[in-house]
């Protein structure tokens, strides 16, 4: 019996002691961890770094090796707290523009040293940006072109307002832009081109451009009296049985909540465009076609003498006679035949570098997604489908993805002076 004691108090006393071991061993000899260190493999003029390391981690030094010198960039005794963020100036620890190494020194109760290592680039220089081309004037719901140099590989955004928008590299060292003004842009907003190298400098310089006013109509439009013609093209877009006492609450939801949804795909479809041009002069306006309503237009709808709703138009609806033929207002590539909501049969046609034209309310297509069109080719039939009373096209630019007023890319002097002049 005692015998057996004796060993049950060996086999505890051993157990504890490999608890205690171990735990010795995790303290002081389990590798630490970091985590983000990545981030400093790339090294503009100043850059947050953020980082953190495993809990038996007591300090952190990071050193840069440069042309044989050992540059200090920081250093933390850390307490219970293991994320690292300093900004980061390499101009004032005295590092050169080049390549370097990052040696990240983790240290374990002040006793235990790990080391990492890492490639690095640092580049404090921001990309030279110069304006070799950018047009007189824009205006709200229009569209303009630039055409502009770097000294650096850069990704090149051209910021009007809130939105911003890419550019198509000509080479290396050029780039073309052509940039919608969204309608809703302020007049006087200054268009600015910000660029951004590969290490994450950036720089930013004015165009000279100013967003010019264009007078948008503003219409009333009362309901009173067309409810169940209304309620019908509603049943037919919303595939359900509408009464007649939710009129009102049928057509808000309609006119904002559907209307946003397809304003939304669309704008989404019309950002597949390729980097290349595949349109050539001005675009075609429907053929013997009369206006009926403008791009851009405010559209507010009153009902038994109150305000219910409003829209905008973007836009233009031109009515032909019934059942017309309607051409692709320019050469391109189709990207989407399909059913939208309000805009009923719809067909979209690419004309590269961002430009997309669109067909709504049409009884059918004649072409199919994926092919290629010729300017003038018949592309579908007018009718009156979606959110339509009458047999007319809705014909709309999108430029990024932003509807402009097509008005200007009917105009062939408008092109030849503000968009040509970039190629
Ligand atoms: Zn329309």
């Not at 550019?167 to 268009?191: G, L, Q, R, W």
């Not at 919303?238 to 939304?264: C, H, M, Q, T, W």
């Not at 014909?395 to 503000?418: A, H």
């Amino acid at each position: 019996m005692k015998e057996l004691i004796k060993k049950l108090r060996l086999a505890v006393f051993l157990l504890l002691g490999l608890i205690i071991l171990f735990s010795l061993y995790l303290a002081f000899f389990s590798k630490p961890e970091i985590y983000g260190l990545d981030s400093l493999s790339k090294l503009p003029r100043t850059k947050e770094i953020k980082l953190s390391v495993s809990d038996n981690v007591s300090s952190i030094k990071v050193d840069i090796l440069q042309n044989g010198k050992r540059l200090n960039l920081f250093y933390r005794e850390l307490g219970k707290d293991k994320n690292v963020n300093f900004t980061l100036k390499p101009q004032d620890h005295g590092v050169k523009d080049g390549k370097a190494k990052i040696v990240v020194q983790l240290k374990r109760w002040n006793l235990l040293t790990s080391v990492f290592e890492l490639d690095t680039v640092v580049d404090t220089q921001p990309p030279r940006v110069n304006i070799i081309q950018a047009p007189y004037a824009v205006y709200q719901g229009g569209a303009g072109a630039i055409r502009l140099s770097v000294s650096e590989p850069v990704e090149i955004r051209v910021r009007v307002g809130e939105q911003s928008f890419k550019a198509f590299k000509v080479n290396d060292k050029v780039f073309i832009s052509i940039f919608p003004v969204p309608a809703d842009t302020p007049p006087n907003t200054y268009v600015w081109v910000f660029a951004k190298d590969e290490v994450g400098n950036e720089s930013r310089v004015g165009t000279g451009i100013r967003v010019r006013e264009f007078k948008f109509k503003t219409y009333t439009i009362n309901l009173d009296g067309r409810e169940l013609k209304i309620l019908r093209k509603i049943e037919e877009i919303l595939g359900e049985k509408v009464s007649p006492e939710g009129f009102v609450e049928a057509f808000k939801r309609i006119n904002e909540d559907i209307r946003y949804k397809n304003e939304k795909r669309i704008r989404e479809l019309a950002l597949k465009s390729e980097a290349k041009k595949l349109w050539a002069g001005k675009f075609l306006q429907l053929k013997n076609s009369k206006v009926i309503s403008l791009f851009g237009e405010k559209r507010n709808y009153r009902y038994k003498g109150k305000f219910i709703s409003s829209s905008r138009h973007w836009g233009y609806d031109l009515a032909s006679v019934k059942n017309a033929p309607v051409e692709a207002s320019n050469s391109g590539k189709v990207i989407f035949t399909g059913y939208i909501g309000i805009y009923g049969n719809v067909v979209m046609i690419d004309h590269g570098l961002g430009i997309v034209s669109l067909y709504a309310h049409l009884a059918e297509y004649r072409v199919k997604e994926g092919d290629e069109v010729k300017k003038g080719q018949i592309i579908g039939i007018t009718d009156a489908t979606g959110l339509a009373f009458g047999d007319h096209l809705h014909f709309g630019l999108l430029v990024q993805g932003v509807e402009v007023n097509p008005i200007e890319w009917w105009d062939g002097k408008w092109i030849e002076r503000n968009i040509q002049t970039v190629f």
